[in-house]
C-alpha cells in the first residue's frame, strides 16, 4: 500500500452533507461524479494528498443505500493507493484476504478499483485504487 487515496463516507442527504462538509473543511468539491452501475454519486473533497468522498445512494438497489439501511450514515470504507493494481490483488489473496473483486474495475475518479470483503480485514471495508 502506497498512501491512503480516500476515506468513504456514506450520507442520505446529499445537499445538507455537502453543507456540513463544506464548513467543516472549509471548502467546496472539487468533483461531482455519478458512477452509474453502482448506483452513486461521488462528492470529492482534496485534503493535501487523501481526499474525502461522500457517497450518495442514486436508486434503492445500491450498495450505498443496502449499507445505510443497514448501518445509518458514516464511514463506508478507506481506500489505499496502490501500484499494479491486479498483482496486488494476487498477493493479498495469497496472504489469505477475501476479495469482493478479482480483478480491478473502472471505478469513481478515473481510478481502477477493487474491494476486499470485511470479513477479511478487521470489519472495515477496504478499497484499493490505481
Do not use: W
Request: with cysteine; net charge negative; proline share 5%.
Amino acid at each position: 500500500m502506497e498512501s491512503i487515496e480516500h476515506i468513504g463516507i456514506a450520507v442520505e442527504n446529499e445537499a445538507a452533507s455537502v453543507e456540513l462538509f463544506n464548513k467543516l473543511l472549509g471548502k467546496q468539491p472539487y468533483k461531482m461524479e455519478e458512477v452509474e452501475k453502482d448506483g452513486v454519486k461521488t462528492i470529492f473533497y482534496a485534503l493535501g494528498d487523501t481526499k474525502i468522498e461522500l457517497l450518495v445512494p442514486t436508486r434503492p438497489d445500491s450498495p450505498i443505500q443496502k449499507f445505510l439501511d443497514k448501518k445509518g450514515p458514516g464511514i463506508h470504507h478507506i481506500a489505499f493507493g496502490v501500484n499494479k493494481i491486479n498483482l496486488q490483488l494476487e498477493n493479498l489473496e495469497g496472504l489469505g484476504f477475501e476479495l469482493i473483486d478479482k480483478t480491478a474495475r473502472l471505478g469513481a475518479d478515473n481510478k481502477s478499483v477493487a474491494f476486499l470483503h470485511p470479513k477479511s480485514t478487521a470489519g472495515v471495508l477496504v478499497e484499493i485504487c490505481e
